[in-house]
């Protein structure tokens, strides 16, 4: 049986222009492991949130609703 070692694929949000504090995400692992990784994108081999694909789902929901206010 041979495995194939899926890497994650990262990318910022297009509304990360402002050149520094963004989080990244990597999609690409959803179909593979049912997971988003996130990490910061100022520290690329820092560590890594895997979070599972339907949690990340709510989160981003409820940030587009405004549901957790203003920063």
């Not at 520094?20 to 179909?31: M, P, Q, Y």
């Amino acid at each position: 049986m041979t495995t194939t070692t899926v890497l994650p694929r990262w990318f910022k949000s297009s509304y990360s222009s402002n050149g520094g504090d963004c989080v990244e995400v990597a999609v690409n692992l959803v179909a593979a492991r049912g997971i988003v990784p996130v990490r910061d994108s100022k520290i690329p081999a820092g560590p890594v949130l895997n979070v599972l694909s339907g949690s990340f789902v709510s989160l981003v929901t409820g940030v587009k609703a405004g549901q957790f206010g203003a920063v």
